[in-house]
């Protein structure tokens, strides 16, 4: 073994310029470093496993969605529900976005004058002015099972707004649809809102290892080299 380490210090003048020279050659190609967040690849391809994974995305739907939960104290008034109409249509825009699960494209069916009558909560081309109208709707929302708790919550002071994204076998995918959902919700900020679901999870703990590899492990290089010199007291040997 110090046979092995004795060679390193006996060529050192080689070894640690040809070590800066591939550090940074290889600094050249982090940028294509890319990191994934898509549910596929957790699976392995002709898997049982992911024919079912696949076969159930076919029948129910894309399981990559996010959630965008609206928050004030008086939800329902007319030009708060007129901006958050805005905000769905520009989140339909998005290149990505598959559809949007809201109140303002769900049916309330309702018992009325010995009837059943089936019509939007709110309705994004004829949102009502009338307090008493919109303190019905909110009312309706809260008492459906079905509505309350993922449409709506916190007795009315929530609006939730179900982002279903497609299902891509990009490994960006994830990272640049809620970069853009993020990007748009800034132009939206008079509305108090926060954004989570599996794309965001991803596209955070992406961030994370990222800022870990640029960062934290150069960074524990440095600690670890400064603890050699401090002991050592040799600059050139802690180098090698």
Known sequence: M??????????????????????????????SIHLSGSTKKFFIKNDPDYFLYEKSVKKFGSDNSLVIAIKDENLFEYEKLKKISKLIDKLSEVDGVEYIDSLFNKQNIIYRDYELHSELFIDPDNIPKSKKTLEQIKKDALNNPLINGNLIGDNGKIIFLNVVAKNSDDSQFNIVLVRKIRKLLKEFNSLDNTLFGSPYINEQVINYILHDTFFTVPFAILVIFLTILYNIKSFKLTLI
């Open 2 to 31: 110090s046979d092995f380490l004795l060679f390193f210090v006996r060529w050192r003048r080689i070894f640690v310029p040809l070590t800066l020279i591939l550090t940074l050659i290889s600094l050249f190609f982090i940028k």
